[in-house]
């Protein structure tokens, strides 16, 4: 079996340490994720639902982020930091013809209810919207 000590066998050697390194630097520093099952139904079917994470230094505070369709059966992750510091977690389902439904909480609130129940379980019934 031959080793290749070249230019190009150092080079390569010299990249797999640097990119183990940066690996491990990125681990390190990142920080702890909680994962969060989710169980959305909607009467009727077919809303979509997003949700929003508000608060002073969270990344994309106040936008929307689109989860899917009702129903929805799903797990995501929330960084932990983000569900601590969070002021409001708000998810909301909406569908054409119906007036959207909202349900809020606080970060710990959130997370505390995800831990307790196992999964975060909402079924709004959906109200049509008044015609004129």
Request: net charge negative; proline share 5%.
């Amino acid at each position: 079996m031959k080793i290749n000590s070249g230019k190009k066998g150092k080079a390569a050697n010299l990249l797999v340490w640097v990119g183990l390194g940066a690996l491990l630097v990125i681990a390190g520093c990142s920080s702890a994720t909680k994962t969060v099952k989710l169980k959305i139904h909607s009467q009727p079917e077919g809303a979509y639902i997003v949700y929003k994470v508000t608060g002073a230094d969270i990344p994309c505070s106040g936008q929307w982020i689109y989860l899917g369709n009702t129903p929805f059966r799903g797990v995501h992750q929330f960084n932990e930091d983000d569900l601590e510091d969070a002021d409001k977690i708000t998810l909301k389902v909406m569908r054409q013809g119906y007036s959207d439904q909202i349900i809020e909480w606080d970060g710990p609130g959130f997370w505390d209810e995800a831990e307790e129940k196992g999964v975060i379980f909402w079924t709004p019934e959906l109200i049509p919207e008044a015609r004129n």
